[in-house]
């Protein structure tokens, strides 16, 4: 297998943990391995986001992007509006690996619209994780809703 140019690695952890949308997003991105995401927590804020979290972890897809994959993501996740980028170690079974993660702002919680929370769960079962990260965001960000928070603007009536 030729393997493009690497920019460098990207851990997804909420709609690209789903194979084919991320895949028909970027389709030079090629799936390396499920890794963990230690000292943060899955939460919600319309979509996925992370916060730090000492006793927690996030279960992610850790995935080999290009400069044109990274340039995309960009796009989708409203870079450097929307979301930032972060700089983190992600455990996977062969060795850490250094990667970035898109992470938000926000300081509120709202649940996600179901079809994002499907495609999240899709993921979920492209990567062979437990569901419980995801249920527990889900949860606590029913439980802390805010109302503050807004959909982004690609969420908004959609499906994805």
């Known amino acids: 297998m030729c393997m493009p140019s690497v920019l460098r690695f990207y851990a997804g952890y909420g709609s690209n943990l789903c194979l084919a949308q991320m895949l028909r997003r970027c389709p030079a991105a090629r799936p ?53 980028k972060m700089d983190v170690t992600v455990e996977t079974e062969a060795s850490p690996v250094r990667a970035f993660v898109y992470v938000m702002s926000g300081h509120y919680f709202a649940p996600p619209r179901n079809a994002y929370f499907s495609v999240i769960e899709e993921g979920y079962r492209d990567w062979g994780f437990d569901r419980a990260p995801l249920e527990g965001a889900l949860d606590h960000a029913r439980v802390h809703a805010t109302g503050h928070g807004r959909a982004p603007r690609r969420l908004r009536g959609a499906a994805a």
């Not at 000492?54 to 979301?83: K, M, N, W």
């Open 32 to 84: 390396l391995a499920a890794g963990t995401l230690q000292a943060h927590r899955l939460v919600f804020r319309g979509v996925a986001d992370l916060v730090a979290a000492p006793s927690h972890s996030v279960p992610v897809g850790l995935y080999a992007i290009t400069p044109g994959c990274e340039a995309e993501l960009d796009i989708y996740e409203g870079f450097p509006r929307l979301y930032r």
